[in-house]
């Protein structure tokens, strides 16, 4: 596992255990990642408690609880997508915080003409509200999900620090 995620992943993990908070994940493109760096920091069970992988559409629907017309009308690499995302992680984990993440990793975008690289991030909870924020990493699939990874968790901890 990357040194440099896990290390994200624990200063993440330090701010929601600060709080006294736990995280739920809700994964397309990074294919569980994020949960996975969440689990290398070690003291895990202490502020992560389950992760959704949903990469198809089916199952962002079937897992999440994502509308059906929120995809045909937005695609799953959009804000309305990733906001729902949010919300389905903590309905069906019932923990105060989570995070989804949904883009295009490569080698090809979106049908709609979104490039490869592009990715949609939200977190939600009772401590940080509802944010979502797009971005672009360049680079092979491998390394936009590294980079998505990475963004994903320092986001969390930003907005967990920035919390009253």
């Known amino acids: 596992m990357d040194q440099q ?3 994200v992943a624990k200063q993440a993990g330090n701010a929601l ?14 294919g569980g990642w ?7 920091a070690g003291d895990s069970g202490d502020f992560f408690t389950s992760g959704f992988i949903t990469y198809t559409n089916s199952a962002k629907v079937r897992l999440l609880r994502v509308e059906q017309a929120t995809l045909e009308r937005h695609t799953a690499v959009s804000e309305p997508v990733v906001c729902e995302m949010v919300q389905g992680a903590l309905a ?4 105060q915080v989570a995070l989804a993440i ?11 003409g979104t490039p490869a690289g592009s990715v949609w991030f939200a977190w ?4 940080i509200g509802l944010c979502a924020e797009k971005r672009h990493f360049d680079g092979d699939s491998e390394s ?3 980079q998505a990874a990475l963004f994903a968790l320092t986001r969390l901890t930003q907005l967990l620090q920035a919390a009253g």
């Open 144 to 146: 936009v999900i590294h």
């Open 5 to 7: 995620l896990v290390a």
């Open 34 to 40: 994020v949960s996975m760096a969440l689990c290398a």
């Open 124 to 127: 939600g909870g009772e401590a």
């Open 102 to 112: 949904s883009g295009y990793a490569g080698p090809e975008g979106g049908a709609d």
């Open 17 to 30: 255990k600060a709080k006294g908070l736990k995280l739920s994940t809700a994964e397309s493109c990074t």
């Open 92 to 95: 069906a984990s019932g923990e």
